[in-house]
């Protein structure tokens, strides 16, 4: 940084708006054809199940305080895509 006299700062400014839609267009496109965004959701619903199965008595206090403070969500969310 120079703050010798006469050397006055300048704004600069960038507009990435461009950028993030080409960088959102290769992911889709990376995707490819096959992609089922409901089986993905799905997917990622039966394993938040499996994460949270199986706890013993002070697990289940720790996972209900949990979701009482909105830290995590409940087991029924009741999110469209788990029909």
């Known amino acids: 940084m120079n703050d010798s006299?006469?050397?006055e700062p300048v704004?600069?400014?960038i507009?990435?708006?461009l950028e993030e839609s080409r960088r959102r267009a290769s992911v889709v496109a990376a995707m490819?054809?096959?992609w089922d965004p409901l089986a993905v959701l799905r997917s990622e619903d039966e394993a938040y199940r499996l994460l949270y199965s199986g706890?013993?008595?002070e697990q289940e206090r720790t996972y209900a305080m949990l979701v009482e403070a909105?830290?995590?969500p409940g087991r029924d969310t009741g999110d469209a895509a788990s029909h």
Do not use: K, N, Q, R
């Open 70 to 72: 909105g830290v995590l």
């Open 32 to 34: 490819g054809d096959d």
């Open 11 to 13: 704004a600069f400014s």
């Open 5 to 7: 006299p006469g050397h």
């Open 15 to 17: 507009d990435l708006t």
């Open 55 to 57: 706890l013993d008595a």
